[in-house]
C-alpha cells in the first residue's frame, strides 16, 4: 500500500519535538492569543514578505474575512475560476458577493486570456486560486487589475513557498490567504489559516474580525465578528514545523523531478511541468492528465495506490453552488482527465519508483489495445 499521505509517519518524525512544543506551550498556560501565536505569525509574514500575517482558524475563513474586510458585498462581482476548492466560491457568496467563475489553462490556474473580457460595471474583485502549488501569471492579472480598479484577493492556500519572478505567493494582493489543513505543505494537526497582507487597515480589520469584533484595548465591539482564531498551541507546533519547510519543498520538487523523469513520453500523459523559469513551483499536488484516466485510476487502486481526483465533477454542477448555467470546457476535461499522485514528504524514493513502475505497466499493457 502506498498512501497519498502518511499523517502517522509524519508525526512519528516529528513526535518527540511536537510533543515539548506542546508541554512547554500548554505548561505556560498559552492558550489564546499568547506569543506563540505572535511569533508564528512573524515568521510567516517574513516568509511571504508582506508588513503583516494574522493567523484564523482555517483557510476558508482567512478567505472569507478578507472578503469582507476587503468590503465586498451585495451587488459586487468577484471573478474566480471554476476549477476550485468549493471555499474560494463560498467565502464570496457567504458575503452576498456574486462569484463569477472562468475557465482555467493548461497549467489548471485561471486563464489569463479570459479575464479581461469577463469584467462588468459590477466587477469589484479578482480571486486568483494558486492551484496544486504553482502561481498564477501575476504579471498579466495585477496589469488587469490595476487598469479596471479591482481589488485582487490571492487564493494561495495550496501555494506557500510558491513563487512568480521571486516574488511569494500571499503577496501580490491586497490580502493572501493560506492553509494548514493537516495535509497542506504546512500543516496543523487540524483546522488553521493565515491572512497576509501589506495593508494595516485589512490587518486591523481582521485581526478585530477573527475574535468577536472587540477592541481589546478600548473594550469596545466594533463589527459583528466571529470566533476563528488561530489555536495558540496550532501556532507553537506550526511554528515549530515551519524550520523545516524549505527543506521539505526541496524535497517535493525532487519528488517532481523523479516523477517527471520516470513519466516522460508515457501514453498520453501530461506532466505538470511548464518551463516558464518566471514560476517556481512547490508541488503541493503532483497532478498529472491522461484520458484514461478512470482505467489508470483502478489500475493503482489495484496496486495498492492511493491517489485523490480534485475534482470529479466540476464545482457550478452542483446545483447549491450555481448561480448560472456555466459551461467551461477546460474545466469539465480536467474533471475528467486528472489524478493527483501521492506526493508528501515521507514518500520513500522506492515508493515513488512503484508508482512509476505501475503507471509505465499500465500504458505498456493497454498499447494497441483499444
Ligand atoms: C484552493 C483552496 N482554497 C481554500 C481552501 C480552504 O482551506 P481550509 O480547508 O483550511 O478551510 C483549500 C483547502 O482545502 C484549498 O485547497
Redesign the pocket.
Known sequence: MIPFVDPKLHYKRLRKQILNKIDDTLGRGDLILRSQLAQFEKHIAKLVGTKYAIGVN??????HMAVQAAGLGPNDEVITVAH??V??IS?IANHGATPILIDVGQDYNMNMDLLEATITPKTKAIMP???NGRICDMDRLMDIAKKHNLVVIE?A??ALGAKFKNKMAGSFGLAG?F???PF?MLGACG???IVTTNDPEVARKITLLRYNGEDRVARKFVYHGYTALLDNVQAAILDLKLKYFTKWISRRREIAKIYQKGLANVGDLQLPHWPDKRYFDVY?NYVIRTKRRDVLVKYLGKNGVEIIISWPEPIYQHQVLQPNNYRLSETEAICREVVSLPMNTEISQNQVRNIIKYIREFFSKSRGTE
Open positions: 482555517s483557510g476558508y475563513d482567512a478567505l476550485t476548492f471555499a474560494s467565502a486560486v494558486h492551484l487564493d492556500a495550496q490567504c492553509s494548514f489543513y497542506k483546522d488553521a489559516g503541493q
